[in-house]
């Protein structure tokens, strides 16, 4: 199953409407073309609830769409991802005397959860979202997988509790209003993203990766089940394994990440840049199958955006059966107006552009592909690591010797390349006095709260001052991730932060989005738990030793990765941006961004927004993140509250 719907009335004084989950369900055929069901659980005298759930079928094809049950009836479950452990899982249940009627690995929840409770998702290894009924005790348990790979919103309204894989199947209830969080748009506009539990919409949350909901007797209630924090190596610990014994170690839990992630009764693919974590993930896959699995590389028509050549040598290597597509503008903007119209929340990363036009390449050949998300955050693979260690020497300069050094690389003319030595130099100074946590996030996102009082309206402002609670702070929950651990080394802050925010309602969010669009399951074995786990309680000196990044990592696959891939600068999956709204993005941009139509918006002040589309334009500045940050608000504004206009 990959989109899921529920209504849960757990007062059992009425029976959610099937034909409006039905509606809802039907949101969300794009996730699971395979099949959908709805289903009715609870008598007169109980709690009642209304599934509903669209299949993409990964296993056991002829199984159909279902709810799925134990032997009695009292539990039913239905689930968004994959159980990659489903076979010993079976076998164990199957040994304590439970029957199972299909292959589906959705099918040994509900035998889970009658063995050992709420406990039960300690025992799942894979990606997940999943909702459970208990008849007897009328309970609603709502869980997430530990990192986040599959979503997962909810509300309460009037009594019922609603949630959905993604937030149009809500929008699609009568009573769901359309309202926007002004507090969250303010995270949106720092970060880029969402981080859980916020969304755009008030009233609508996002259960945050790791946690469980529990709805009974009326209450609902949040939970942590995994915390990845208790994994980091305290203050207190003074035992580290040896390199080779780490390396040893990381190799072997990679390996079983990317066995179980080729578990499937369809065809397998593998996301393939030729960088260190996709030609890791190659490799081993090539290494377990024994045949040239099928690898997928996007290019583009921008010769200094193109790194289509790097990939063609390194699927030559490893032998794999490679694919290459080569997209430019007209490909590109197609593929954005695509996004738009899936996103319910604006989502500031470009790259979901060449993800959903590879998603589509791959999904002619295969049903299943193989990311690498999850290696930059585990390994510290980000140039702001070695940016953060490289501000504690800067911040021992003079404060003169600083300042000219800020003039002189404000000074520099932008470049519009792909994230090349200007940018980098004026992102670095223009942060690196800030705390390190505030710097990070600095330095990845577009508005810190400074800027933002420069770009909010007035009347957003006021809003914002006079909402109830404790004044709007947007690093509220990246202070929170630091204030909660015990490090040893200060990159280890940052490697959380990222983990627990940028994965996983960025990078996460896209995937899925960018991917479920084309019908196609994305697997991320850096996200296998017990590596997660692992590599996060290593010393900070194995993931970037010195001046050299994901060190570890590199040092456990060196017999199978050559020094060009080893040795490759991080570039991540950019687009031309800054060029694109030079040429065949600008007459989208300049009406996305009209004074008039943000002025109607009422979130910014229209000045501001033209005086940042002005200096790119006009080729003075690169604003080329902060442009596509408004671009996507706005894009999501039009959709949502003036009729889709831009689409």
């Known amino acids: ?120 998702v300690d025992h799942l290894n894979g990606m997940f979202a999943f909702a459970i009924f208990d008849a007897r005790e009328n309970r609603l348990v709502l869980g ?58 008030a009233g609508v949350r996002k259960l945050p990766a790791g946690h469980l909901l529990i709805a009974e007797r009326g209450r609902l209630r949040v939970e942590p089940y995994w915390d990845l924090k208790r994994f980091f190596p305290g203050t207190g610990r003074r035992s580290d394994p040896s390199e080779d014994e780490a390396a040893r170690e990381v190799r072997r839990l990679l390996e079983e990440a990317v066995r179980l992630r080729l578990r499937a009764d369809v065809p397998v693919g593998v996301f393939f840049s030729g960088g260190v974590d996709s030609s890791s993930i190659a490799a081993l896959a090539v290494d377990i199958t024994g045949r040239a699995v099928p690898t997928f590389t996007l290019g583009f028509d921008d010769p200094d955006f193109n790194e289509a050549a790097y990939a063609r040598r390194a699927a030559a290597h490893f032998g794999t059966d490679h694919h290459e597509m080569i997209v430019g503008e007209p490909e590109m903007l197609e593929a954005l107006l695509q996004m738009a119209r899936v996103l319910d929340e604006p989502l500031a990363d470009a790259s979901i552009v060449p993800t959903h036009l590879l998603s589509r390449f791959a999904r002619q050949h295969v049903k299943v592909a193989l990311g690498g998300e999850g290696g930059d955050e585990l390994f510290a693979g980000y140039p702001t690591y070695i940016g953060d260690r490289l501000a504690r020497s800067y911040l021992r300069l003079p404060a003169a010797v600083r ?183 600008a007459p989208l941009l300049e009406r996305a961004l009209d004074p008039d139509r943000v002025r109607a918006a009422g979130l910014l002040r229209p000045e501001a927004v033209t005086s940042l589309l002005r200096d790119h334009m006009e080729r003075r500045r690169d604003n080329g993140r902060l442009l596509w940050n408004l671009l996507m608000l706005q894009l999501w504004h039009s959709r949502h509250f003036r009729g889709g206009d831009l689409l």
């Not at 790979?149 to 019922?160: R, S």
């Open 403 to 585: 300042g000219i050094l800020r003039r002189a690389a404000e000074a520099i003319p932008p470049a519009f390349n792909n994230v090349g030595t200007e940018y980098l130099l004026k992102k670095f100074v223009g942060g690196a006095e800030l705390p390190q946590a505030v710097r990070h996030q600095v330095w990845f996102g577009a508005f810190p709260p400074d800027r933002q009082l420069e770009m909010l309206s007035p009347e957003a402002l006021a809003a914002l001052a006079t909402s109830p609670g404790a004044p709007n702070d947007p690093l509220t929950e990246t202070r929170a991730i630091v204030d909660g651990l015990d490090i040893r080394h200060p990159l280890d802050a940052l490697l959380a932060i990222d983990f627990l925010m940028f994965l996983q309602d960025d990078l996460l969010t896209k995937v899925d989005r960018a991917s479920m669009a084309t019908s196609l399951e994305v697997r991320a074995p850096f996200l296998h738990h017990p590596l997660v786990e692992y590599v996060v309680s290593l010393p900070a000196s194995m993931k970037l030793k010195r001046l050299t990044s994901k060190f570890i990592l590199k040092r456990a696959m060196r017999d199978r990765l050559t020094s060009e891939i080893a040795g490759r600068r991080k570039r991540g999956f950019n687009i031309p941006l800054a060029r694109f709204m030079h040429r065949g993005l």
């Open 1 to 120: 199953m990959c989109g899921i719907v529920g209504i849960a009335d757990l007062r059992g004084f009425g029976r959610p409407d099937p034909g409006l989950v039905a509606t809802m369900t039907e949101t969300l055929a794009h996730r699971g073309p395979d099949g959908s069901c709805v289903e009715e659980v609870g008598t007169d005298h109980t709690a009642h609830l209304t599934f509903g759930f669209r299949r993409l079928s990964i296993l056991d094809l002829g199984a159909g769409a279902r709810a799925y049950a134990d032997e009695s009836g009292r539990f039913r479950v239905i689930c968004n991802g994959e159980i990659y452990n489903d076979p010993e899982l079976r076998r164990d249940l199957t040994a304590r005397g439970h029957r199972f009627e299909t292959r589906c690995d959705t099918e040994v929840i509900p035998h889970l959860y009658e063995e050992h409770g709420l406990s039960f």
């Open 144 to 201: 997430r997988d530990r990192a986040g790979e599959k979503p997962l919103y909810y509300l309460e309204h009037d009594g019922e509790v609603m949630f959905a894989s993604e937030i149009k199947a809500l929008l699609a209830h009568p009573r769901v209003r359309r309202e926007p969080d002004l507090r969250a748009l303010t995270r949106y506009l720092l970060y880029g993203y969402f981080p859980a539990p916020h969304t755009p919409f």
